[in-house]
């Protein structure tokens, strides 16, 4: 399995998947096949690397991968390396996909996620 396709596959499932000290999680566990768990062993190297990358820079459009739009929110009282259930590159989450639950303790990007 492709590192896309472990990704989307968790994704599609409803899994989400950190790295944090240069562990790798899943939550929620029950998701975690022997299929899912042999290709995040293959490709952990990738995995770490991806959730250390640094943010992109400002002014460049990251469109959602799900649905194209550029609306963008995090909690207000939290920083992208705690948000482990939002974009794993970014520490920002869809609006549109996954409007929040409380609007008052978000932060808003509109066009970037940076």
Aim: proline content about 10%; aromatic content about 4%.
């Amino acid at each position: 399995m492709t590192l896309a396709a472990l990704l989307m596959d968790l994704q599609t499932a409803g899994a989400a998947i950190r790295a944090v000290d240069g562990r790798i999680g899943v939550q929620p566990r029950s998701l975690l096949t022997p299929e899912r768990r042999t290709a995040i062993q293959h490709h952990r190297a990738a995995l770490i690397a991806m959730f250390a990358a640094p943010e992109p820079r400002p002014g460049i459009a990251v469109p959602c991968h799900r649905c194209g739009h550029r609306q963008w929110w995090r909690l207000s009282d939290t920083s992208p390396e705690r948000d482990g259930a939002a974009s794993p590159t970014t520490g920002w989450t869809c609006g549109a996909c996954h409007p929040p639950a409380c609007p008052e303790r978000v932060v808003w990007r509109e066009g970037d996620a940076q």
